[in-house]
């Protein structure tokens, strides 16, 4: 794997090819992956789920800081949590969620996956 000076990450391809994969593309499922986790209200800065689609997908890696070095990725989350869930036990589950989605779906080596709570949403009642 290497990288060339736009930020893609080239996988090694066959006698067809080379694949390239933007960092802005691992921001993007690493955001999306922490957002599937119970708990997690939104990636901090971001929208909501709701007007993701209407805005499009540059706003998905907001409160997501994702560095790729020789193939290993190391990723920053900013991340609002819901009232009443267990932090240290949902932000496993978001590690844990974010790790599988980027090397399943890229091939990357995750190393960490670094959280920062930047805020509790309470209750809509």
Do not use: F, H, W
């Not at 499922?29 to 997908?57: F, Q, R, W």
């Not at 949590?81 to 844990?96: A, F």
């Amino acid at each position: 794997m290497a990288q060339d000076s736009k930020n893609n990450y080239v996988l090694q391809g066959s006698d067809l090819g080379r694949v390239q994969i933007a960092d802005d593309v691992v921001a993007i499922i690493a955001g999306l992956a922490a957002t599937e986790v119970d708990g997690i209200a939104a990636m901090s800065g971001n929208i909501t789920n709701e007007l993701m689609s209407k805005v499009g997908m540059k706003n998905l890696s907001k409160g997501v800081k994702v560095d790729v070095v020789e193939g290993v990725v190391t990723v920053d989350l900013a991340i609002t949590m819901e009232y009443g869930y267990n932090i240290p036990t949902t932000c496993k589950k978001v590690q844990d969620k974010v790790k599988m989605a980027i090397e399943n779906m890229t091939g990357l080596e995750v190393a960490d996956v670094n959280i920062r709570i930047a805020g509790i949403e309470m209750d809509k009642r």
